[in-house]
C-alpha cells in the first residue's frame, strides 16, 4: 500500500503561482508512475499532470505552458509547480500513484491505484 499526502494549496489571485507537493510512503518510489489529478465542484476529476517511472512527462493542454510537474526520487516526492493561476483552476488537487506500466502515459485516472487526500486550490477572480 502506498501512502500519499499533499501539501501547499491554498488562496491565490489569478496570476499567481503555487507549489504543491506530495510524499509518498513507498520504498520503490522509483517503480511507480505519479500523476496530478484534480476535481472542481459539479465536475468529474480530471488529469492535470504525470511523470512515469521514466521520467517522461504528460501535461493536460489546459496546463501546457504554466504547470510544471517533477519528481525526486532520492527525497520521494512529486511537485506540481503551477504558474499563471486562474479561476479555472480553481479544484482540489489529488496526487496519485501506480505501479502499472504506461499508467502515466495513459494520462487516466482510472490507471491509478493510490491517492492522496487532496488539497484545495483556489484562485480568485
Known amino acids: 500500500q502506498v501512502q500519499l499526502i499533499e501539501s501547499g494549496g491554498g488562496l491565490v489571485p489569478a496570476g499567481g503561482s503555487l507549489r504543491l507537493s506530495c510524499a509518498a510512503s513507498?520504498?520503490?518510489?522509483?517503480?511507480?508512475?505519479m500523476g496530478w489529478f484534480r476535481q472542481a465542484p459539479g465536475k468529474e476529476r480530471e488529469f492535470v499532470a504525470t511523470?512515469?517511472?521514466?521520467?517522461?512527462?504528460y501535461y493536460a493542454d489546459s496546463v501546457k505552458g504554466r504547470f510544471t510537474i517533477w519528481r525526486d526520487n532520492a527525497k520521494k516526492t512529486v511537485d506540481l509547480h503551477m504558474n499563471g493561476l486562474r479561476p479555472d483552476d480553481t479544484a482540489v488537487y489529488y496526487c496519485?500513484?501506480?505501479?502499472?506500466?504506461?499508467?502515466?502515459?495513459?494520462?487516466?485516472?482510472?490507471?491509478?491505484?493510490?491517492w492522496g487526500q487532496g488539497t484545495q486550490v483556489t484562485v480568485s477572480s
Open positions: 513507498e520504498a520503490t518510489f522509483s517503480d511507480l508512475d
Open positions: 511523470v512515469s517511472r521514466s521520467l517522461s512527462l
Open positions: 496519485a500513484a501506480s505501479y502499472r506500466r504506461s499508467s502515466a502515459q495513459s494520462m487516466s485516472s482510472t490507471m491509478f491505484d493510490f
